[in-house]
């Protein structure tokens, strides 16, 4: 059985899921800032205007399955800016790359799953 948040990552590709994905989701095409890490290793993903593109109760799953303090995975919000940050393990962000992903949406407009592919750095 697969535990949540469930984190799956290549040199080229991001997966996380918060949840079991849904019989009628919905995908959201969103533009994400990644973070690498000193090994190159994807650290963190960055959205801006997630509320504006995903709606007001987005963070629903999310906030219910990762942490908003720790060492390692965690997520933070920002109201004012609309500003969502994914780290997904410590390390200082070296490097950035933007690229085209998706957000996987329940019924309720909630983000189940959040994935990305790009070409490598």
Known sequence: MKSYP??????????VEFAPNPSHAKDLSLKMVL???ES?????VEILNLAFE?????LG?????VP??????????DEECD???LRLRSGRS???KVVQGNACLDNDSRIVSLNAEWHSL
Do not use: H, P, R, W
């Open 83 to 85: 500003a969502f940050y």
């Open 61 to 65: 799953i999310i906030q219910s399955a």
């Open 94 to 96: 070296l490097q950035q």
């Open 54 to 58: 995903a709606g007001n109760n987005c």
């Open 68 to 77: 908003i303090q720790g060492d390692d995975l965690k997520f933070s919000y």
């Open 35 to 37: 973070d690498y890490g």
């Open 6 to 15: 469930n984190i799956a990552t290549t040199v080229n590709s991001l997966m």
């Open 40 to 44: 190159g290793e994807v650290i963190g």
